[in-house]
């Protein structure tokens, strides 16, 4: 199994500008989430998925959106990217059930800066 | 939004010395998770508590979810320099069993 993989590992974007951060898992994994962290803190939840068609928004939705209409894929959307949204973004995946098996496996991250 | 306190912020050791972190919280949470994160790599889980007073090992790390359920703690015995890194600890509250909130972190230095 590849895990989580999270596809670009950077990207420079001008104000204005939308692009897709890219999140595929191989694990047929329910959850699926997205987080951002900022420098010096902690991860905050951006969007997740519980299943293929579901989706809600975390604490952080604002000027983001998701899809999810496969289980394997959960992919974050930027219409119009703000310097606020410069940032590491986290996508990770977890299998039903609540034991240390079933925790929130993470991606790499996608460091992403707006100028 | 809600918040994690985790402390320290940073520590700088020795390697063989021991380590010790918490994370509290004014609200009750059912589970309790430790991460370690690399630079340039995701979190990696440690250690997951789901119940209060549990006291669980992961070789030469500890961690105990608190009687209380607002705090809980991370040791780390004879410290090595692959312990470098940043520790967070994350809550997950009852009924909001997908919504993980994440302490700031500790950045963990190792002399050797």
């Known amino acids: 199994n590849a895990g989580v993989t999270q596809t670009p590992k950077f990207r420079i974007l001008k104000i204005g500008q939308s692009m897709t951060l890219q999140c595929t898992q191989d694990?047929?994994?329910?959850?699926m989430y997205w987080y951002r962290q900022d420098p010096g803190m902690g991860l905050k939840l951006i969007y997740y998925?519980?299943?293929?068609?579901?989706?809600d928004k975390g604490e952080v939705p604002n000027g983001y959106n998701v899809s999810r209409s496969t289980t394997e894929d959960f992919p974050l959307r930027l219409e119009l990217a703000a310097p606020s949204q410069t940032s590491v973004y986290f996508c990770a995946s977890r299998p039903a059930g609540l034991d240390q098996a079933n925790e929130q496996f993470f991606g790499p991250g996608t460091r992403l800066t707006v100028l | 939004g809600q918040q994690l306190n985790q402390s320290p912020q940073s520590m700088f050791i020795q390697e063989g010395e021991d380590v010790s972190m918490n994370c509290t919280s004014s609200?009750?949470?059912?589970?309790w998770l430790w991460y370690k994160q690399d630079p340039g790599e995701g979190p990696v889980l440690l250690i997951a508590?789901?119940?209060?007073?549990e006291l669980t090992s992961n070789g030469r790390l500890t961690a105990q979810f608190g009687i209380t359920r607002k705090d809980s703690f991370l040791n780390i015995s004879a410290s090595i320099p692959s312990d470098v890194g940043i520790y967070f600890c994350a809550g997950r509250k009852q009924g909001g069993s997908e919504k993980l909130v994440f302490g700031k972190g500790t950045k963990l230095t190792v002399n050797p």
């Open positions: 694990m047929n994994h329910n959850y």
């Open positions: 508590l789901y119940k209060a007073g």
């Open positions: 609200s009750i949470f059912n589970t």
């Open positions: 998925s519980v299943g293929a068609g579901i989706t």
